[in-house]
């Protein structure tokens, strides 16, 4: 609810009176409103409005790119005739005035007696309604406007500030208006200042289809879906409700009204963006977050506006009002590099001593088994995953190797030494595994690169170990298991320590390889028969040492078939 | 409460799926979180961090001029040390990498470890821990980071991107941190995705003071405070904290934790910007929004960090990521004009024929002798209009007339006319007075001005009556009251009524005027005895035709005071 305030009677003032105080730089007060200070040659004055407590809008949308100003209303009332009045005398150029606003009762009046009285003095006024919301009425020009002020104030003030004359601003506003279409839901109302109850409720576990942002009524009430559902219901809506003619690009607006946070937005807009390419619709600088809200409401609503070039061009230009900055030119400077230092330098291939190229072959050789072996038992390790984790073990060490194999072989190609070819596989495999396993996989690859070396004149099984050891203490630094946590760690370092005793014991490295691929091999039943017990409720910290069981599992399967080589 | 998801234990995944999609234009995913495109040259790689939950924090901060990359946790959770190391290996960029989060226990390790494992492969490596919150312990060491991670964040980032060094930046984020002090409040708690219930909570009508961003224990409870008593609190508990040698310029962050509004949070701002300018302080480029949420849960905080010369020029630089934009070059441009059209072309006086000029000089007799009026009357129009309205009726009234005066004093000084006299007269009668009243005599005055234009050779007694026709109709034009809703209008249509029937019976001018006076004086008497019955319930929507019953009465008054003239 809304917690903070003085006198009630006066929260939009003194609300306000804060606001002005922060944006002085961009903004000053005048009776009734906000006007943005001017910057260059006169432009057609875009004046927006309505009641207080749907923030940004209006006065957050005041500034060079968008609105010249906005008259503002107490909390859900339309602002007084003589405030529109006074905003638009303040605001105007000499180059005319554009009044555009949600299709309310109250505003419709207010800013048609004020546009009355501007004419009267000689000042010509045009009037853009906006009327977005599809569940609002099936008569577009009877909808109601809800997000879909933003782009269709947006597209005005950047035709304006492009200089379009009064005429053109107009015209670029009804268009916008036409392509617009929106619908919201609400979770829940919200609490007028000092009142002690929700001006309006949802019933509990439901949403109310196209409620309207101060609780006008919607469709009908709806248990509440998952968000992939509501995603496909607004999305699916939204698209039926399209404009005649309506082209291939949209750009989009998925807006919190207050107590949907961000995170959830974020989580909504994975799925509406994948549908609205599956519709095959390119999407043109979609945005998501709070646009237009209504206090402390709980909902959301799709707002999708289909562009044509001109419509593209306004909601591409650049803003910089206190509630919403759009700003091209940095995007455009940036590099897209696709792995940090590493990839820029990645051309830069260290020297490497004939015996380095010569093991970089057999390192080769052994990704190419391992890459074998995560394909042939990807569905396996996936099922054992699934025991106890979320299943995509084999799922995500195939996606690894794979690259690992890809990177691995085009250092090979370059004359690249073992070193090398591992490190390049290593930093591969994290970048494309994802999740944890991959971070570790990559990290242990380059582990035992490093121990390596490029600069040697002759390997030995010692150096060999020394690798093993490499491999294994990347893991172990970062994942922090250790023997008995159900990870590949109970595999790993059995197997290592195997390996060692074996080498130093003077056994061949084939066979010490095989003895501790065996070693290796029973831990990870072990600790695969352990799984069950699991279950699925399994605390997600301890998730970050690696997917359990799968991961011993593939070590073992991986180093018996080396031991092939 | 957390209302949109799909499978909770995917949440923090799932949303940063969408998140990636949203800004790939200016970052990419990689394993454990998001690393920013690169721009320009290399520079120091600042890795931020944490739980998820906190948009903007901590991906929404990643971008040129802030975050080189941010390592995502699941909900409330420290990512894994293997979530860092990728993240950090992602984003390095050859010159050393700056690892900087909140001072808690799970962050600490893991960010430690990957700090570990990243000097072992020879990254140079600082951590740089946030620890703004002086509720959550007395020593500095041990205090945890809440909001204050923006401001260390912001500087660093600033100082990566101006291309100081790995010491330079690291210098940089200490001495912010040593600069920044942060007190918050919580009014209720979050709920986790998919939970039945609220991590924590607030007993119904108190605040938790000092409670933390993840429920942790605060100070105490305390009874909700209105807007400006937290105000006050907030201010003095971090000025109290000050660090030593802290010098007179800060900058100030007001954060919104997740259902605490953008009104809400303005309103805290009218008084914490009044009481830092009353402790000598100056601020610089504030924020107020929603910088560091926690969910849903109610509740906001005050951040200061005191500038010096080197933490002004990071804090106020340019920055561009998805959650915070800063871009300064606009707002030096802009044109902060004071009153719009009419100001900017106010040195172009309209030609005046002699006998308007001559008419101006009884016009701005007739101002005087309004100010007059007002000031002898503002203590007598306050209180009439204190029984029905806000009791602000004199003092606005007399702000007007002051301001009307000055400028039809410098218009009659420049040998303006009638009608431009009480034109420029009216535009700063509605500018200074404020309110609707102020609104509507600033318009009537411009509608007697053009009534009687500066065009004439001669003025009658009947252009004189058109002036007040065009005085009155801007009014009613505007403010659409009529005889009996208790406005100014009650005694106004009734004098301009009485003032044509004399002039068009042929009474002399000065005894029309007169008997008019006479019946605004019986009419605004019969308005006024109306008001007792009125009390303080009158709906917020009638008060916008017009403060009631002090605006008759001070018309009455005017009117009869310049029937001496």
Chains 1, 2 share one sequence.
């Not at 004359?165 to 919200?190: H, K, Y």
């Not at 970062?478 to 005793?501: C, M, N, S, W, Y």
Request: glycine share 12%; proline share 4%; charged share 20%.
């Amino acid at each position: 609810m809304t917690i903070l305030f003085n006198n009630p009677a006066e929260f939009a003032e003194d609300q306000f009176e804060g606001f002005l105080d922060l944006y002085s730089d961009r903004l000053r007060g005048v009776p009734g409103g906000a006007v943005a200070h001017r910057s260059g040659e006169p432009q057609v004055a875009v004046i927006v409005g309505g009641g207080s407590g749907h923030y940004p809008a209006f006065c957050g949308l005041v500034g060079p790119g968008f609105a010249t100003g906005a008259v503002v209303g107490n909390v859900f009332t339309s602002p007084s005739a003589a405030q529109v009045y006074s905003v638009a005398k303040a605001a105007h150029q000499g180059r005319g005035v554009i009044l555009s606003f949600g299709n309310y009762a109250g505003d419709n009046m207010n800013f048609g007696i004020a546009a009355d009285r501007l004419r009267k003095e000689g000042i010509d006024v045009r009037i853009v309604v906006v009327t977005d919301d599809i569940a609002s009425a099936t008569e577009e020009e009877k909808r109601r406007g809800i997000a879909g002020d933003f782009t269709v104030f947006k597209v005005m003030g950047a035709a304006a500030a492009a200089g379009l004359d009064l005429d053109g601003v107009e015209r670029a506003g009804r268009a916008a208006n036409s392509a617009t279409r929106t619908l919201g839901v609400a979770f829940s109302g919200c609490t007028m200042p000092g009142a002690e109850h929700p001006l309006f409720t949802v019933p509990e576990g439901h949403l109310g289809l196209g409620l309207g942002i101060h609780g006008e009524p919607g469709i009908r009430d709806e248990p509440l879906p998952t968000a992939e559902q509501l995603a496909h219901t607004l999305t699916t809506a939204v698209l039926e409700a399209a404009p005649a003619n309506a082209g291939k690009r949209v750009t989009a607006i998925v807006n919190g009204l207050g107590t949907t946070k961000y995170e959830e937005l974020f989580l909504l807009w994975k799925t509406i963006s994948a549908n609205l390419r599956d519709a095959g619709l390119e999407i043109i600088e979609p945005e998501v977050g709070e646009i237009v809200t209504s206090l402390d409401m709980g909902g959301c609503s799709l707002t999708l506006m289909w562009l044509d070039d001109e419509l593209e061009t306004f909601w591409r230009a650049d803003a910089y009002a206190p509630g919403y900055r759009k700003q091209a030119a940095p995007i455009a400077n940036l590099v897209a590099s696709a792995g940090g230092e590493e990839s820029a330098e990645a051309a830069v291939i260290p020297d490497a001593t004939e015996a380095a190229r010569a093991l970089g072959t057999v390192a080769l050789a052994g990704l190419e088994s391992i890459a074998r072996t995560l394909h042939t038992n990807e569905v396996r390790l996936g099922e054992i995953d699934a025991v106890a984790g979320d299943g995509d073990h084999g799922r995500g060490m195939v996606k690894g190797i794979d690259a690992a194999l890809k990177a691995g072989a085009a250092a090979h190609a370059a004359d690249a030494g073992v070193a090398w070819i591992l490190t390049s596989a290593g930093q591969a495999w994290a970048e494309f595994a994802g999740g944890t396993s991959g971070v570790l996989w990559g990290a242990a690859l380059e582990g035992a690169g490093s121990a390596l070396t490029d600069s040697r004149e002759a390997y030995t099984p010692t150096d060999f170990v020394a690798a093993a050891d490499g491999f294994a203490t990347a893991i172990t630094d970062l994942g922090r298991a250790t023997i008995g946590d159900k990870t590949l760690v109970d595999a790993l370092l059995p197997f290592v320590e195997a390996l060692r005793e074996q080498v130093a014991a003077g056994t061949d490295f084939a066979s010490a390889w095989s003895t501790a691929a065996a070693v290796a091999t029973e831990r990870a039943a072990a600790t695969a028969a352990l799984s069950p017990k699991l279950g699925r409720a399994r605390p997600l910290a301890e998730k970050s040492v690696g997917t359990p069981d799968a991961g011993a599992t593939s070590l073992a399967l991986i180093v018996t078939d080396l031991g092939s080589l």
